[in-house]
């Protein structure tokens, strides 16, 4: 049985986008949840790749370079994957392939949340989240909540 921790939240590619561009429409949705959230913010290190991909893809070089300067400010903790989380990553991709937005990042995403022991995602991608059962076969918690102002 899996004991969860609720002052851990994982952070998932598209709230971290969101939260450090400031022109994006989300940020103020995200900044006043970070700065009203009690807990420990947990980045997956393959998020972080994939948000420097995202600012690369609008703003190039330079958009990274702003972005990691950003990324200094906000200080989360860097989970790094291992070779359980890639297991277990295969086999949340293999269970729900038929659900085709469900990347191999949500899926490592998924086996991080596992490992550090929670059920709090950071994500402005509901519909993935939304699918995915956890090993104990709950689902996962979207924060911001969709409909919350923060």
């Known amino acids: 049985m899996m004991t969860l921790r609720q002052n851990k939240v994982i952070v998932d590619a598209s709230f971290l986008y969101e939260f450090l561009n400031r022109q994006a429409p989300r940020h103020e949705k ?7 959230f009690q807990g420990q913010l ?4 393959v998020a972080l790749t994939e948000t420097a991909y995202l600012f690369d893809r609008i703003n190039g070089v330079m958009g990274v370079i702003q972005f990691l300067d ?3 400010l906000f200080n989360p903790t860097i989970e790094h994957m291992n070779r359980a ?8 991709m293999e269970r729900f392939k038929d659900a085709r ?8 995403i998924v086996a991080i949340a596992e490992r550090v022991e929670t059920d709090l995602v950071c994500t402005f991608d ?3 989240f939304q699918i995915v059962r956890m090993k104990n076969n709950q689902p996962m918690n979207i ?3 969709p409909n919350s102002r923060a």
């Open 143 to 145: 924060l911001p909540t």
């Open 70 to 72: 950003a990324l200094q």
């Open 30 to 36: 995200a900044a006043v949840f970070v700065r009203t």
């Open 126 to 128: 509901y519909r993935d």
């Open 42 to 45: 947990v980045l997956p290190e």
């Open 85 to 92: 989380d890639l297991r277990r990553a295969r086999e949340i």
């Open 101 to 108: 937005q469900l990347d191999f990042v949500d899926c490592c």
